[in-house]
């Protein structure tokens, strides 16, 4: 289930997930960049970064997560209740102050942000079955930081990011120079620490998840072809290169082999491990 935060949190969090799954097997997840950094909240089961030649390495069960330049894989075992927190791309940067690119492809346990208040947050959150109440308690934690901010540099890049949004990420670093009036390596400061991405890099992924709302919602008459043209990519095998960048796998593996927990969060169906879905409330 996908829920919106409070109107006073919209400007620094995009949404709210709860995600619950059942079976005991092990489930081989996926996440890949949509420009939005997150925090995960695990009630149940474990989160594994490694399963391989013998080393298993679990996931804190609270842990702020920095954007990701390349996708990740991770193993969930057993029966799992998972809140993920997922902020606007500037979302970090302005509740926490700290510069975004300081976080770029780290995952870290909220104790090391929040101290003592994170066991205390996490506790209370535990201890709920009603989805309501759990979002007065996210809602009412992150409110409590929103009076401590103090960030320099919103109005730029809110208003560029707008523009790429509103361009499908089909912009150039010159189009965002022409836009805004400052000059190229002051855009990239910006950027680097208030989202913790290059221009170029974050009007690639949103434009690759342009394209993945046109998969989403295609046609019967719709292709592939059709859908990346309209996405702006020059023909098909430059958009299966860039899919391939950012999620390892194809578009047509993307449909046909995944079971997608959100559109940029999935569990990979695979022969070698036992499968059991997760699925989202």
């Given at each position: 289930m996908?829920?919106?935060?409070?109107?006073?949190?919209?400007?620094?969090?995009k949404h709210?997930?709860?995600?619950?799954?059942?079976?005991?097997?092990?489930?081989?997840?996926?996440?890949?960049?949509?420009?939005?950094?997150?925090?995960?909240?695990?009630?149940?089961?474990?989160?594994?970064?490694n399963?391989?030649?013998?080393?298993?390495?679990?996931?804190?069960?609270?842990?702020?997560?920095?954007?990701?330049?390349?996708?990740?894989?991770?193993y969930?075992?057993?029966?799992?209740?998972i809140?993920?927190?997922?902020?606007?791309?500037?979302?970090?940067?302005?509740?926490?102050?700290?510069?975004?690119?300081?976080?770029?492809?780290?995952?870290?346990?909220?104790?090391?942000?929040?101290?003592?208040?994170?066991?205390?947050?996490?506790?209370?959150?535990?201890?709920?079955?009603?989805?309501?109440?759990k979002l007065?308690?996210?809602?009412?934690f992150?409110?409590?930081?929103?009076?401590?901010?103090?960030?320099?540099?919103?109005?730029?890049?809110?208003?560029?990011l707008?523009f790429?949004?509103?361009?499908?990420?089909?912009?150039?670093?010159?189009?965002?120079?022409?836009?805004?009036?400052?000059?190229?390596?002051?855009?990239e400061?910006?950027?680097?620490?208030?989202?913790?991405?290059?221009?170029?890099?974050?009007?690639?992924?949103?434009k690759?998840?342009?394209?993945?709302?046109l998969?989403?919602?295609?046609?019967?008459?719709?292709?592939?072809?059709?859908?990346?043209?309209?996405?702006?990519?020059?023909?098909?095998?430059?958009?299966?290169?860039e899919?391939?960048?950012?999620?390892?796998?194809?578009?047509?593996q993307?449909?046909?082999?995944?079971?997608?927990?959100?559109?940029?969060?999935?569990?990979?169906?695979?022969?070698?491990?036992?499968?059991?879905?997760?699925?989202?409330l």
């Amino acid at each position: 289930m996908q829920i919106a935060p409070t109107k006073e949190l919209s400007p620094y969090i995009k949404h709210y997930l709860f995600l619950e799954g059942a079976g005991d097997g092990i489930k081989k997840l996926r996440l890949f960049s949509d420009g939005n950094t997150g925090m995960v909240l695990l009630f149940k089961g474990n989160l594994i970064s490694n399963y391989h030649d013998h080393k298993v390495l679990n996931y804190p069960n609270s842990f702020l997560y920095g954007q990701i330049s390349e996708f990740k894989d991770l193993y969930l075992e057993g029966k799992a209740s998972i809140i993920i927190v997922v902020f606007q791309p500037f979302g970090i940067n302005h509740l926490l102050g700290i510069p975004a690119n300081e976080l770029r492809d780290s995952i870290i346990d909220t104790e090391v942000f929040f101290g003592n208040q994170s066991a205390l947050f996490y506790e209370k959150l535990s201890k709920q079955s009603l989805i309501e109440t759990k979002l007065q308690i996210l809602n009412s934690f992150f409110i409590e930081l929103i009076t401590k901010i103090s960030v320099s540099n919103q109005t730029i890049i809110h208003s560029t990011l707008n523009f790429i949004l509103k361009n499908k990420g089909s912009v150039t670093v010159n189009h965002l120079v022409k836009y805004t009036g400052y000059t190229e390596r002051h855009i990239e400061r910006i950027f680097n620490e208030s989202i913790g991405l290059s221009p170029k890099k974050f009007g690639n992924i949103v434009k690759l998840h342009f394209f993945l709302h046109l998969l989403k919602y295609k046609s019967d008459q719709s292709n592939i072809t059709d859908l990346c043209y309209e996405a702006g990519y020059a023909d098909q095998s430059h958009l299966i290169k860039e899919f391939k960048k950012y999620t390892g796998i194809t578009p047509s593996q993307y449909l046909n082999h995944t079971s997608r927990l959100a559109i940029n969060f999935m569990e990979i169906k695979a022969d070698t491990i036992r499968m059991s879905g997760l699925y989202n409330l």
